[in-house]
Nanobody, 121 residues
């Protein structure tokens, strides 16, 4: 019913930048919060940033001042601008969205397939 497709990952040198995108499509009535998680090898999936439907944002301490989350409600898309990247930012990045589908009663969480971000010289 709902698909989230991420793009923008890749290999970047320390200090570099990347911009991730996540577009939601399908039988969408409305989207509440959207956000990004990441999972490094052998570690749990941790929250990176979230943004509400009213564009209030929140960030993990490790990325504050370096990452910026935004969204385009008309396009059902969220973005993650990542600057001053560090090797410890290396992970698979997953987007999620709280979506109410057409005819649905509740908001449910949907996930993207993940996109690899590697920060290395």
């Amino acid at each position: 019913q709902v698909q989230l497709v991420e793009s923008g990952g890749g290999l970047v040198q320390p200090g570099g930048s990347l911009r991730l995108s996540c577009a939601a499509s399908g039988s969408i009535f409305s989207i509440n919060a959207m956000g990004w998680y990441r999972q490094a090898p052998g570690k749990q999936r941790d929250i990176v940033a979230t943004i509400t439907s009213g564009s209030s944002t929140d960030y993990a301490d490790s990325v504050k001042g370096r990452f910026t989350i935004s969204r385009d409600n008309a396009r059902n898309t969220t973005y993650l601008q990542m600057n001053s990247l560090k090797p410890e930012d290396t992970a698979v990045y997953y987007c999620y969205a709280q979506v109410k589908v057409l005819g649905g009663r509740f908001y449910l969480a949907y996930w993207g397939q993940g996109t690899q971000v590697t920060v290395s010289s």
